[in-house]
């Protein structure tokens, strides 16, 4: 409680500027709040349904998907986010018996800019993104469903204590590499492995959200990426490719990825397979932005309705064909500033086992959601350009005449 009066006590401090738009320090409260509302929950049993992948095995009624406040800055080459709350459990079998939900950091991190030949140059550290996945690096503010899909969501690591490395050419390519604990503790590191990720793509436009219009005509990202978990006892490789592609309001995703997991030395601690095991995820969705009202800015800021289906697959043993074979598909939408950064949304859930007992396990939920800032908040994921002051020119009496 104290950490967090600290923050919009300094929030609150007004931001100092330079002698210029491009030294001008810009600090931003955020704050996020989804809550979910099931109106219907297909069990086969009343109480005891079996853990299922992609499955929160939630009954009639409401409950906290993410609550979350901090800050987030720049100032000329400069910025960092620091946010930290609530957030429940992906699904009953990442819950493991945790019913409820889990206080921590979201993110943490400072990041550096600087213009470099062709292109921009970035630097992260602290609680960074793994560039892995585009769907795992979109922001949970923006997603069309509010969780994204299971195969992504089990094969796609999430944030991770190490260093970013980033650089964008003007043309449109960009690569990432990371180098991260890769153990989940954000204090110490219990090993001497490490979780190594790199990341390269090519993009056209905004690429990162699943909503708006293409402003040329077409947005178009291209990408794949791999990491490498080097844990205790358990040795992970995952690949994957995916792209977004946008023709006007109509927006497709496409992912494929897959993990190698390797056990080893089982004499320090317990691996996370006892055999090699390869896994595979899936996902597609579709989606359509309809505005709705004036338009009063940015596609973000718009009030607009984001009509979408969305496949997921999630393998966890291609070896085997059991009820570790799911599929899940999503069918709703999500109407985007019912009022300033407010969002409310229902879908439809169905979820079906692709091998083994088949379980009788769909949803209809309704969900909400505030966030501020309005627009979209800054990640690792976001092409930042370093503010550059403007170069000191003489009097315009004084500049010699030329061309124009």
Same mark, same amino acid.
């Given at each position: ?11 609150a401090?007004?931001?100092?500027? @330079? ?6 320090a !810009?600090?931003?409260?955020i704050?996020?709040?989804?809550m ?15 853990? @299922?992948? @992609? ?8 409950? =906290?998907?993410r609550?979350?406040v901090?800050?987030? &800055?720049?100032?000329?080459a ?22 409820? #939900? ?17 292109g ?8 960074v ?7 795992r ?9 509010? !969780?994204?899909?299971?195969?992504i ?7 991770d204590?190490?260093?970013?490395l ?19 503790n ?5 090993n ?8 390269i793509?090519?993009?056209?436009g905004e ?12 947005d ?16 992970? =490789? ?7 592609v946008?023709v ?13 997991i390797?056990?080893g030395d ?11 095991t390869?896994?595979?995820g ?8 309809i ?9 973000? !800021?718009?009030?607009?309705i ?7 697959t999630?393998d966890?043993?291609?070896a ?5 074979d799911v ?12 009022? &300033? &950064? ?13 091998g ?32 550059? #002051?403007?170069?000191?020119?003489p009097?315009a009496?004084?500049m010699?005449?030329? #061309?124009?």
């Open positions: 409680m104290r950490a967090a009066l600290l923050l919009f006590l300094a929030a401090v007004p931001a100092q500027a @330079g002698e210029d738009d491009g030294n001008k !810009e600090i931003t409260p704050a996020q709040l989804q979910w509302g099931t109106a219907f929950d297909q069990d086969q049993a009343d109480q005891a349904d079996g853990a @299922g992948y @992609g499955d929160p095995e939630h009954d009639m009624g409401f409950s =906290i998907r609550a979350r901090g800050l987030e &800055g720049h100032k000329g400069l910025d960092f986010q620091l946010d930290f709350g609530l957030s429940a459990p992906y699904d009953s079998v990442r819950a493991a018996g945790r019913s409820g #939900p889990e206080f921590a950091f979201a993110n943490a991190y400072a990041r550096g800019s600087t213009l470099l030949g062709p921009v140059a970035r630097a992260s550290f602290g609680l993104r793994v560039p892995f996945a585009r769907e690096l979109m922001s949970s503010r923006q997603l069309t469903f509010q !969780e994204r899909a299971v195969g969501a089990w094969i796609g690591p999430s944030q204590l190490g260093v970013l980033d650089y964008e050419l003007d043309a449109g390519v960009r690569i990432q590499a990371g180098v991260y604990n890769g153990g989940g954000l204090f110490t590191d219990d001497d492995g490490v979780m190594v990720a790199g990341r793509e090519y993009a056209k690429t990162y959200l699943t909503y708006g219009e293409a402003k040329d005509g077409v178009l990202g291209i990408a794949a990426s791999a990491y490498w978990n080097d844990d205790v006892a358990t040795d992970r =490789i995952a690949a994957e490719v995916d792209a977004l946008r006007s309001r109509l927006t497709l995703m496409v992912e494929a990825a897959t993990l190698f390797q056990p089982s004499t320090i601690d317990l691996p996370d397979a006892f055999d090699p390869q896994q595979l899936l996902t597609g969705q579709v989606s359509y932005w505005p709705v009202g004036e338009d009063v800015g940015s596609d973000a !800021e718009r009030s607009a984001e009509a979408a289906v969305r496949v997921g999630f966890d043993n291609m085997l064909s059991d009820n570790g599929l899940i598909a999503d069918v709703g939408g999500t109407w985007r500033n019912v009022t &300033g &950064g407010v969002d409310l949304g229902l879908g439809f859930i169905h979820r079906e086992e692709l083994g007992r088949g379980i009788p396990n769909d949803t209809v939920r309704l969900w909400g959601q505030l966030r501020w800032p309005i627009r979209p908040v800054r990640t690792t994921s976001s092409s930042v350009v370093p503010k550059v #002051p403007a170069p000191d020119l009097p009496d004084e010699m005449p030329g #061309p124009r």
